[in-house]
Structure formats: structure tokens, C-alpha cells
């Protein structure tokens, strides 16, 4: 067990931090993705933790993102990655955040309560923030029989 900081955070926490933009999903994907794998994660659970991190990192983006590519003022997003306990846990924060607590679209919201175990998307403190936690399916990933 990794030594835990006051804030939940570990020792072991992978952090990515990014420029605001809407083009650098790809890099949270990628790298949400790669940890998914080397965890075992079965591709259809991969692919699912694809979808969330597109959904709740779109939502810390706003609607501005889409306004302006490469605009300095749009903020950071930082993103830990952990697994624990088999699980794959994301936290995500954008600072500064540009204006009133963002929220997903209702469709968004419900595939994320099928897809994820659990998530929250919030503003604190003047950020804009989220977690997300996934396991496995039991019967997918490494261990998983092959298809007949």
C-alpha cells in the first residue's frame, strides 16, 4: 500500500497535466487506456474508461473549448491515476474554472452511472473537478477464457 497524502492523493499517483484544449483528450485517453492494460482491464472495459474520461474531461472543458483552440486563457486540467485495488481511479481538477459549475448532459450522466462504478463531477474552491472509479469485469482482461 502506497503512503497517502492529505488529500487522498498517493505516492504512486501518475499526474498529467494539460492545456485546457479539446485536441488533448487524446493524451487523457491514451493514458487512462495504457494503465487500463497493464491492469488487465478487458478491451470493452478499456474502452469504456475511454468514453468516461471523454465525457467528464469534456465537461471540465466547457462549451468555451470548442470556441478557441489554442487560447493561453482557457486553464490547466491535471489528472491523477492510480490503480487501487484493481480498480482504475481518475481524478481530474481544472483551475482556474471560467464560470458556473459545469454539468453533463443527462445522456452523458446516465451512460457514465453504467459505465463507471462510481463518479462525481463538482466545483470546489474555484475549480471545476471529478472522480471516477472502475473495475474490471469479472471475466474480462487477462484472465478472461478465450471466445469460443
Known amino acids: 500500500m502506497s503512503p497517502t497524502t492529505g488529500d487522498g492523493q498517493t505516492d504512486d499517483d ?5 492545456p485546457a484544449w479539446r485536441t488533448n483528450l487524446r493524451i487523457a485517453r491514451m493514458a ?7 491492469a488487465g482491464f478487458g478491451l470493452e472495459d478499456i474502452e469504456d474508461l475511454r468514453v468516461a474520461v471523454t465525457e467528464l474531461c469534456g465537461a471540465l ?11 493561453d486563457d482557457l486553464g490547466r486540467i491535471e489528472l491523477r491515476l492510480r490503480i487501487d485495488a484493481g480498480d482504475v481511479v481518475l481524478l481530474g481538477r481544472r483551475d482556474p ?10 445522456i ?10 462510481h463518479h462525481i463531477l463538482e466545483a470546489v474552491d474555484g475549480s471545476w ?20
Open 14 to 18: 501518475i499526474v498529467l497535466a494539460f
Open 32 to 38: 487512462v487506456s495504457s494503465v487500463a492494460a497493464d
Open 61 to 71: 472543458l466547457g462549451p468555451a473549448a470548442d470556441e478557441a483552440v489554442d487560447d
Open 97 to 106: 474554472a471560467p464560470g458556473p459549475a459545469p454539468d453533463l448532459d443527462p
Open 108 to 117: 452523458a450522466r446516465e451512460l457514465l452511472a453504467v459505465i463507471t462504478d
Open 129 to 148: 473537478g471529478f472522480s471516477l472509479r472502475k473495475g474490471p469485469t469479472p471475466g474480462s482482461g487477462e484472465g478472461a477464457p478465450d471466445p469460443v
